[in-house]
């Protein structure tokens, strides 16, 4: 079940597995670091995709048989020995640098945060705010609103028109992430109410919570989820 997306391997331990696994005993002395690298590469893995069978996607799995009958790809023991020597080392060696800047990510974002912090409240200790800093309610500077709650069961109404919509997902700390955007049907007085527009700011309510982004251009015939809040300035006051 779901070779397809990968779930192969050569195991180094002995042990017992669920029913949702074949288990294969070698009868060669092939080497099993390059069989690993083998069965789960790209071109073994769309081989998988295209042998197995399923309702749906997330349930297709590969036939027994279907499986047996594979090419495997056999150079010479000694050439096996090198790509697996080669892939181990080099694989190792990129894991190392991804970790490395995925802390190097962690730390530069923990220094945005504290530069803001210095910015607007004058320190880098948020519960040591100057003496002259003045704290009021957000909802005296900006209308809070709640985005519309997602009910994939709900009958759509014949007036209602589908809308691309903001989700948690969407809001990165670099901004809206647009890439992958689902609809959900929306009546005039919601899409009135909903709407968004230049200088509003959302941030999210679930999830990541307090990630936000800021809306710098109007966004006709969009609206948001009620995972975000859409903060919308009043008077004189700025999102920015």
């Given at each position: 079940?779901?070779?397809?997306?990968?779930?192969?391997?050569?195991?180094?331990?002995?042990?017992?597995?669920?029913?949702?696994?074949?288990?294969?005993?070698?009868?060669?002395?092939?080497?099993?670091?390059?069989?690993?690298?083998?069965?789960?590469?790209?071109?073994?893995?769309?081989?998988?995709?295209?042998?197995?069978?399923?309702?749906?996607?997330?349930?297709?799995?590969?036939?027994?048989?279907?499986?047996?009958?594979?090419?495997?790809?056999?150079?010479?023991?000694?050439?096996?020995?090198?790509?697996a020597?080669?892939?181990?080392?080099?694989?190792?060696?990129?894991?190392?640098?991804?970790?490395?800047?995925?802390?190097?990510?962690?730390?530069?974002?923990?220094?945005?945060?504290?530069?803001?912090?210095?910015?607007?409240?004058?320190?880098?200790?948020?519960?040591?705010?100057?003496?002259?800093?003045?704290?009021?309610?957000?909802?005296?500077?900006?209308?809070?609103?709640?985005?519309?709650?997602?009910?994939?069961?709900?009958?759509?109404?014949?007036?209602?028109?589908?809308?691309?919509?903001?989700?948690?997902?969407?809001?990165?700390?670099?901004?809206?992430?647009?890439?992958?955007?689902k609809?959900?049907?929306?009546?005039?007085?919601?899409?009135?109410?909903l709407?968004?527009?230049?200088?509003?700011?959302?941030?999210?309510?679930?999830?990541?919570?307090g990630?936000?982004?800021?809306?710098?251009?109007?966004?006709?015939?969009?609206?948001?989820?009620?995972?975000?809040?859409?903060?919308?300035?009043?008077?004189?006051?700025?999102?920015?």
């Amino acid at each position: 079940m779901k070779a397809w997306q990968g779930s192969v391997g050569i195991s180094s331990l002995r042990g017992i597995v669920s029913g949702h696994y074949i288990c294969f005993a070698p009868r060669h002395s092939e080497d099993a670091r390059y069989l690993n690298w083998l069965l789960r590469s790209t071109t073994y893995t769309n081989g998988y995709a295209l042998l197995s069978r399923g309702v749906r996607i997330g349930q297709a799995e590969i036939d027994n048989d279907e499986f047996r009958l594979m090419p495997i790809l056999l150079p010479p023991l000694g050439e096996q020995r090198a790509i697996a020597d080669y892939l181990d080392r080099e694989t190792a060696r990129i894991d190392t640098l991804i970790e490395e800047q995925q802390r190097l990510i962690e730390m530069l974002r923990e220094r945005r945060q504290d530069l803001i912090r210095a910015a607007i409240l004058g320190s880098a200790n948020p519960f040591s705010p100057p003496a002259e800093a003045a704290f009021t309610a957000i909802g005296h500077h900006f209308s809070v609103t709640l985005g519309k709650m997602l009910d994939a069961g709900k009958a759509v109404r014949a007036e209602d028109r589908l809308l691309p919509y903001i989700r948690a997902g969407n809001i990165q700390d670099a901004g809206l992430k647009l890439d992958d955007v689902k609809e959900m049907p929306y009546s005039e007085a919601e899409a009135a109410n909903l709407n968004l527009l230049k200088g509003d700011l959302l941030v999210v309510e679930g999830g990541a919570v307090g990630t936000n982004a800021l809306v710098r251009e109007d966004m006709p015939g969009w609206s948001f989820q009620k995972t975000v809040n859409r903060l919308r300035p009043l008077g004189n006051w700025s999102s920015a």
